[in-house]
């Protein structure tokens, strides 16, 4: 959707000569004019003839709340507007979404362009004070973008265009000269441009169905793509070739949807994508997905432990064999670990040692000297050391990279490499150990949404992460992607992501005011938490910067609310593993909201959780501590941790 100057003057004119009782008989001058955007928008119909226009339903309804903006002083007459000014685009109606997201509120960063366009206000209440929301104006144009279903019509030029251009995401001021081509894709709503400055586009979902349509046909007509063909494709699904009529099976021949004997071309079977996006609406959520170097080493160690085990059967990729395999390499061959390292220690024990930390890394220490320079106590080092790793194993198994399993020989709980952490694996070597974050996976997964475009620094992040390059996400990016909607989700929190957790509200919390939650030196370990928080479907952070909790992320919040925040690791895989184990053996008592377990059923547990005697005990021991589960029984907060890894899972 588009509205700049030229179009809202047009449904200013379109209303007085409707008033006049003219029938709207606006004739189309060239084919630059913008009524044939409109029509694509679903504002204006054709009248009588073909170059003559009038108001639909909700094109009348832009034009009466245009009018009220303009008397109510929101906004200045369309006349006086600069003729690239963007009233309405699909960054303005993600910023509006945004805002619904949060409350109706706007954050900081999106309210100037809100507020100048008349879609957001300032208000003040005694006990809020000054907030920043959405108004009516911005809900009722929110409104007329989802009920007004937009037209599909292309042309053998806006085709041959879409097939040459990237599909994104890339900057804008990238893309090649195009006339009013990318006015056209808009009303069609087959490319968006980010919040809030359209600075980076991308094909929306129709958008690339589109492309990917027009790259296989056969250009040989003057419109390419329109809802006649769909529609004629549709007819020879339900009712066969023979249901066409001979100027239909022409066409879809000539186009190469079908061939003569009415099968399914390459082309045809796109078209079909781009008719159940278009009548349907249908996108995917945005998922993304998140691995820290850490996390990388420790995938690399596993595959190196168990590559030693064909020639030593007694090595096994264990936890203390893990943290042995990190202790032995030389600390210049992993010098990106330094800033996963200065977290930790900034989370244990302040800023002051983070930057102590750079100076004793230039000394190349090994990692064992490292962590006892920094926690001399007794073996408080190798314990720290131990528990970083530890985390780094709870979090690769709760994207589904690896699997704790029981060694049968030695009854020992080993680690081993899933497929997609192999996937991984094969990545790091081409690509190099770098974090992948929840925002630059998002930079690619959110180009397959109706209007949706990342900001410029998911983008930035995205590049330099590798996960986009050219105007096209790269091989790693297409991997990331696969896995955020491949994987199976399993909760996991650290101590200090429980922290976080615990300070965000269901919605209306913007990222700066997370911020200010925490000491400033803080901010760096707060953004790696919701980073991981998003990619685990726990929360969302928007366009606007503000902070949303999930369906599974409430119930989770809910789970570990009384939880205190010393414990380490309070939500983990194993820990999910040993409440889905109980509640299979265990009867539900729906009026106390428990599951409760006979004593002799224990054995049986600890063999359906699949987890080694010793770790059971280890982990039970946490969850009772956390409350989820009683001496005999799963507590309610136990079955929502449970219920949350449904959603996940759906």
Known sequence: MIIRKEHALALLSAKSEEEKGLSCQIRLKSEEDPYVELEL???LEQGSSPVEYRLTYWGRNLVYLLEEMIKDGLIKHPSQWDDRFRWIGSEVIGMIEASIKSGGLTGEEIFPYLKERGFAE??????????????????????????AKPRLIVSKELASFMASMPTGPAETKDLPEHGRFLLLMESMRLISFSVPKSDVYTLSGLGQAVKETVQTLAPSLETVINEDYMYAMLKLLDSG?????????ELLQELTFIDSDGNLLPAGESLLEVYRLWSERSYRPVKTFNLETLDQEVLIGIQKVWEKNKTNPEVLPTEEEIVHYLMEKPLKEYKHLMGFYGRMINQAMGYQKKEELKKKWAELFTVEQLFKHFYEKGNQWYEKLYDTVKESLYSLESFSLIKTEI?????KTV??????????????????IRDITATGV????????????????WYQEALNQHLIGGGYPTKSGKLYEELAYSIKRIPHLTRFEL?????????????????????ETLKEEVEYALNKLEARGILDVLPNNGLRLTEPGKLIKEAVSGVPEGIANPV??????????????GNLYVKESKVRILPKNWEEAIKLSGIGRETFEKEIAVARIAGYIGKSSIHESGLKLLKAVELLAS
């Open 415 to 432: 680690y081993r490499l899933t497929d997609y952490g192999k996937k991984v694996i094969q990545d790091v070597e081409e690509k190099g």
């Open 499 to 519: 922290m976080v957790l615990h300070r965000v509200p269901e919605y209306g919390m913007f990222l700066d005011e997370l911020f200010k939650q925490f000491d």
């Open 122 to 147: 300032e208000k003040h209440e005694e006990k809020k004070g000054w907030y920043k929301e959405i108004n009516r104006y911005g809900k009722a144009v929110y409104e007329i973008y989802t009920k």
């Open 572 to 585: 983990n895989p194993l820990i999910i593993r040993i409440l889905q184990a109980i509640k299979e053996v």
């Open 41 to 43: 928008q679903n504002l």
């Open 241 to 249: 070739l023979d249901a066409l009529t001979e100027q239909e099976k």
């Open 407 to 411: 060694e049968e020989k030695t009854g």
């Open 442 to 457: 998002k930079a690619v997964t959110i180009t397959k949404t109706e209007f949706g475009a990342p900001n410029y620094n």
